[in-house]
Every structure is written in structure tokens, then in C-alpha cells.
């Protein structure tokens, strides 16, 4: 047998026995490119159909084209793109390939117009962690992340504003934050910000006398993401000022992508003219994962972090945590930090006590108590954490407080640096990444952190 007639029988089994989610958006399209030294060389997409088919759907790959072949065999994965006449882009999803013939049709408008250099402005940092490899693609999502990903492959050719929207803790700020990601590796300023950010920074540029710095700094932007622009809805003078800011990046045709809780439609109290603007883009709803959507992500989070996972234990996760994401994760770490912290094995009678005990008391937690624990942990005083010096052990010590206090409360970012002493978003926002990537290889800090989460939880119902 030839091996591209190996691999032409391989790729038929492959869309039979894999799921549909997973074959359309990793392997529709793949091609055969060589054989050499027992290895299948394939062809793909893009750098993220890579990375997902070498590392987390290579076995599966790999077993079907032994099968096929009739020994054991090695695939490597390469990003392929074919000649422009031998290729009409008829595999693509639809998003993607409506958008790939917008780009085509015409450059960009703010591509042809010179703007005046400027110095560089900062801009919220992303979490690497929120990209679109680490997406979990499933059926009642799978247009909405092929939605996002033609976006961020081809900015302001086709959606334009481009509106996520659904309930808490179902990846809107994932997807925003994946596209900003790609944006970025591209060489565009994306600017990605929650609504309270542009409010904020609003206000102090009123109060300053900026804001010709503050409209240069969002109206010259390549990309604009705005997370939770539920919240401007409301307030007069923030709705005015990103009205104007969504007309000139609109005129100049950038990109503008919109996280919402709810549909335009049902922000009652947003301005008739943002609202009309909001619907006149693509908008695309998040629904809560399904069960085996929830048992893909908790596969994914344990081979993140090392731990044995058995899949009893999974299911029985999977089941209690129906709602959303953001439980889901709340509740996986809560039973890996209790078999840690009681060196109990992962079993499904451990799962189940800690469900059955299960809480997450958000709102009982004040910012106040998180200052005293945090304060207490690290052997310092309240007033030091909150104060001006910047020795090592302080300024961990803030780091760490300001990650649980996003973590177990529900405050904003400006309210969190408030209460540290007044300290910018910006600088909670690089606080909480940073320990949250610190976490996947420092074992002594999660401890750490489990032990003061064991604390505030403490005594709450």
C-alpha cells in the first residue's frame, strides 16, 4: 500500500471515530505530504491545528494510521499552505472562509491611510494562558470559536463590531483575550480592556486634562477589546466618550470585539445608538459546556498540572458541576488542594465529600479579610502591604493577596488596587498573572495559597 492511499483510508476513519467538533476544526482539510523513516508527514492549517493534533490528539492519530499502515508509525505535523489555484478554501468552516474572501477583496482602510507616529502607550496585559489552543471546542460552541478565530486570523474584513455574549464563567474573556493574543504575534496593537478600565481611565483623564492621550490611546488602536461592556450601560459620559471611540475605529475600518453578558438587545438601560451599533456586527452566544465538554477541560487541567485524574473521579466532577467553567475549575481545585493538603489518595469517596461540602462563599469574603490573612500568612502588617515599600517579601506578599482577592471575591480590579494602597488595575492585573503563572511549576507557593484559601473559607457557610 502506497502511503498516501494509507493515509486517504486513515483520514476516512478519522472523521468516523473522532468527534465532529474535534475533526472539522483540527483535521478538515489536513493533507498528506511525505513519508520518511516510519513517519507520516501531514499537512495543516495553521500553527494551532498543530499544536493541538502533536500533543493532545496525536495518540488517537497515530493508533488509526498504525491500524491503517500495519505497523507502528510517527506523524509530524507541519503548517501547510497550499498554492493559491489549488486551493478555493471549500474545506473551511464558514466563518472563516467568509472572512478569508473579505481580506481578499480589498486591503484595509486604516492599512492605506498614514497615521502620525506616537509614543507607545501600555496596554492590559493578557494571561498566556487564555489562548485559543486551550479553547475546548465542542458542538454547541464550535461557531462561536471558528467566529473568533477568523476574526483574529482576518481583523475587520467581514465582523465588525464583533459581540460575544452569555453567562459567567463560559469563556467570553478566553475568546477575547485568544484573538487579542494573535493580533498581537501579528505585529497589531490590540487593546484589550474590561469597560470598568475605560471608565476609569476616562475619569482620570478628565481629571488630569489627558484626554487627548486617553482617545489617542484607544482610537489608534489596530484592535479594541472590550470586556463586560455590559457596564457602561447607564453612565452618560462613558457611553459619549466610546461612542466616538467605536465611530472613528469603525471609519477606519479596526477591529472592535465586545464581551456582554446579555444581548444588546436586552441592555435596556445602553443608548439606542450604541445598541444599534452592537447589532449591526456578528454576535455570537456561549452556552454551558456539556458533560463531555466538562470531563475534556478536567482532562486538560490535570495533565497541566501532573495530577492522576481517574476517570470516575472525572465524571463525578463533571456531573456536580453544571453551570459553568469558572465552578467547574473552582471545584477541581478545591479537591486537588484537600488530597494535597490531607495526603489522601484522589479517589471517587474523596471527590464526593469535598462536593457534598462543597461551597464558594464569594460574597462573605471581604477585601478587608483577605488583607488580614494574606498579612498574617507572610508575617507582616496590614499597614505594609498597603504601604509604599518594595522589598522582595512585601512585594510578593502583595502579589499573592491581590490574586486571591480577584480569586474569592468579587471585586474589580481598581477596587482591588484600592484597597492595596491605591495601587493602578494594571498593576493587580500583572500581579495575578504572574502568580497564576508561577503556580503551574512553584509547588511551595500553591501550597502556599491553599493554605490561606483553607483559612478564609473558614467558618463560612
Not at 344 to 363: C, E, F, K, T
Not at 446 to 451: W, Y
Amino acid at each position: 500500500m502506497k502511503p498516501q492511499d494509507a493515509w486517504n483510508i486513515a483520514y476516512s476513519q478519522l472523521e468516523i471515530q473522532l468527534d465532529r467538533p474535534s475533526f472539522e476544526t483540527w483535521l478538515r482539510g489536513a493533507t498528506f505530504l511525505g513519508f520518511e523513516d516510519d513517519t507520516f508527514k501531514i499537512g495543516v492549517a495553521n500553527p494551532y491545528a498543530r499544536e493541538m493534533l502533536q500533543h493532545r490528539l496525536y495518540r488517537d492519530v497515530r493508533r488509526i494510521m498504525s491500524d491503517v499502515w500495519g505497523a507502528r508509525v510517527e506523524l509530524a505535523f507541519e503548517v501547510y499552505k497550499p498554492p493559491a489555484a489549488a486551493s478555493d478554501g471549500e474545506d473551511l468552516p464558514l466563518f472563516r472562509l467568509l472572512a478569508r474572501q473579505a481580506a481578499a477583496e480589498s486591503e484595509p482602510l486604516h492599512q492605506k491611510v498614514a497615521r502620525p507616529a506616537r509614543p507607545d502607550l501600555p496596554e492590559s496585559e493578557l494571561n498566556p494562558r487564555l489562548t485559543f489552543n486551550r479553547f475546548v471546542v465542542n458542538a454547541a460552541n464550535r461557531m462561536t470559536y471558528e467566529a473568533a478565530l477568523s476574526v483574529a486570523e482576518h481583523p475587520a474584513s467581514l465582523y465588525n463590531p464583533f459581540l460575544l455574549y452569555g453567562g459567567v464563567g463560559l469563556g467570553k474573556t478566553h475568546l477575547l483575550q485568544s484573538v487579542a493574543h494573535i493580533c498581537r504575534e501579528r505585529g497589531l496593537r490590540a487593546v484589550y480592556i474590561p469597560s470598568e478600565v475605560f471608565t476609569n481611565d476616562l475619569v482620570d483623564a478628565i481629571r488630569q486634562k489627558t484626554t487627548a492621550m486617553f482617545r489617542d490611546k484607544y482610537r489608534s488602536a489596530d484592535v479594541l477589546l472590550v470586556d463586560d461592556i455590559q457596564f457602561i450601560a447607564g453612565k452618560e459620559s462613558t457611553q459619549e466618550e466610546f461612542f466616538h471611540t467605536f465611530n472613528t475605529l469603525y471609519t477606519f475600518n479596526k477591529q472592535i470585539v465586545l464581551a456582554s453578558d446579555r444581548h444588546p438587545s436586552q441592555l435596556h438601560t445602553l443608548e439606542d445608538r450604541l445598541r444599534s451599533r452592537f447589532a449591526g456586527g456578528l454576535i455570537m452566544d456561549l452556552q454551558p459546556p456539556e458533560f463531555e465538554t466538562r470531563l475534556a477541560i478536567l482532562e486538560m487541567w490535570a495533565r497541566e498540572r501532573g495530577v492522576n485524574l481517574p476517570r470516575m473521579v472525572a465524571e463525578t466532577i463533571a456531573n456536580r458541576a453544571r453551570t459553568n467553567v469558572r465552578e467547574l475549575e473552582g471545584i477541581f481545585n478545591q479537591i486537588v488542594a484537600t488530597t494535597q493538603i490531607s495526603k489522601r489518595a484522589l479517589n471517587v469517596h474523596v471527590a464526593q465529600d469535598v462536593l457534598d461540602g462543597y461551597r464558594r462563599p464569594r460574597h462573605h469574603i471581604t477585601l478587608a479579610r483577605v488583607l488580614d490573612v494574606t498579612a498574617r500568612y507572610h508575617g507582616v502588617s496590614v499597614a505594609d502591604l498597603t504601604g509604599p515599600r518594595r522589598t522582595q517579601k512585601l512585594t510578593q506578599a502583595r502579589q499573592i493577596g491581590m490574586y486571591l482577592a480577584r480569586e474569592v471575591t468579587q471585586a474589580s480590579l481598581p477596587q482591588i488596587g484600592e484597597a492595596f494602597g491605591g495601587r493602578a488595575h494594571s498593576t493587580v492585573l500583572h500581579s495575578c498573572n504572574k502568580i497564576a503563572e508561577d503556580l503551574e511549576s512553584d509547588d511551595l507557593l500553591r501550597r502556599g495559597l491553599e493554605a490561606m484559601q483553607k483559612e478564609l473559607f473558614t467558618g463560612l457557610d
